[in-house]
């Protein structure tokens, strides 16, 4: 038989109860606490991500700038040379009727509205993308040649599009063209380093039964097999280091991945590179 003072030190059903509450409560606490840790990462790891987007549109700024140059040169050569021309006729005493005038202000305006829809197409690339949108890749890729365009005529390099799908699909339009033109813009700085002869980008959408694909290639000769695996690395660069971040790629594949809820892939084909951009149907 047990003593009175041992039967005090067992543990009634009550107090059982009680720390049991106890525990349940703290194990509860805790768990709300961490589901808080974890939505604040989440969120913090959501903002590093925007400002690195950013981060890289800014580092491609300095090369836009040269983009509008180029895609200027040829309407502000057009519009003096127009110029030109009223002004020999002036010297001549030729009268200038507003028949003969017409003509003359026609191709001016076409040459300004030109101008100012280059603008258009840049202010909207920079501007952050909150809003899904509809569009199509035909529309992507006349965008991003709207703006990059221009470079790669004057370093005569060949755009071979073959565009067989029109097929609509919701995304951010912003950043999915972010990405097709740094992809472009790379190849465009492989082609001119390795000196190419006949140097060209193809750009080629098709679908399948369930996603709609754009490839981006070009015959710069390809990515080192020991290399290719690691190009979507944060900081690895194949470039030169004072014209290279590293982080180009690797935004890319975060913006179409996790962003866009896509797939970005990249593959050799003979002396060509294939960036491959997909989303499901």
Same mark, same amino acid.
């Given at each position: ?6 039967? %005090? ?13 106890? #525990? ?45 140059? @180029? ?47 280059? !603008? ?8 952050? %993308?909150?809003?899904? #949108? ?9 965008? %991003? ?16 599009? #073959? ?10 339009? #912003? ?37 709609? /694909? ?13 290399? !290719? ?7 690895? %660069? ?20 996790? @962003? ?5 892939? /990249? ?15």
């Amino acid at each position: 038989m047990k003593t009175i003072n041992e039967q %005090s030190e067992t543990p009634t059903i009550e107090v059982l109860s009680q720390l049991l509450y106890k #525990s349940t409560l703290e194990l509860n606490e805790l768990n709300d606490n961490l589901e808080k840790k974890v939505q604040q990462q989440v969120e913090e790891l959501r903002k590093k991500d925007k400002l690195l987007i950013q981060s890289s549109k800014l580092a491609l700024m300095g090369e836009m700038i040269a983009m509008i140059a @180029h895609q200027w040169r040829q309407p502000l050569n057009i519009i003096g040379t127009i110029n030109m021309k009223i002004e020999t006729q002036l010297d001549f005493d030729e009268k200038i009727t507003s028949k003969s005038y017409a003509p003359v202000s026609r191709d001016i305006n076409n040459q300004l509205k030109f101008m100012s829809q280059t !603008i258009d197409d840049f202010r909207n690339f920079f501007k952050p %993308s909150k809003d899904l #949108s509809c569009t199509t890749f035909t529309n992507l890729i006349n965008l %991003s040649l709207g703006i990059i365009g221009a470079s790669l005529d004057s370093k005569q390099i060949t755009i071979k599009k #073959s565009l067989e799908c029109d097929e609509l699909f919701t995304t951010y339009t #912003s950043e999915v063209t972010q990405v097709i033109l740094n992809i472009m813009k790379n190849a465009e700085d492989i082609l001119i380093e390795k000196r190419v002869k006949d140097p060209y980008i193809k750009l080629k959408t098709f679908e399948t039964d369930s996603t709609i /694909v754009l490839e981006i290639i070009d015959n710069g000769g390809g990515i080192p097999e020991e290399l !290719i695996d690691k190009i979507f690395e944060p900081y690895f %660069s194949t470039k030169l280091e004072k014209n290279g971040t590293g982080l180009g790629l690797y935004m890319s594949k975060i913006i179409i991945e996790e @962003h866009c809820n896509g797939k970005l892939l /990249v593959r050799n084909q003979e002396d060509e590179v294939v960036f491959t951009i997909s989303f499901d149907k």
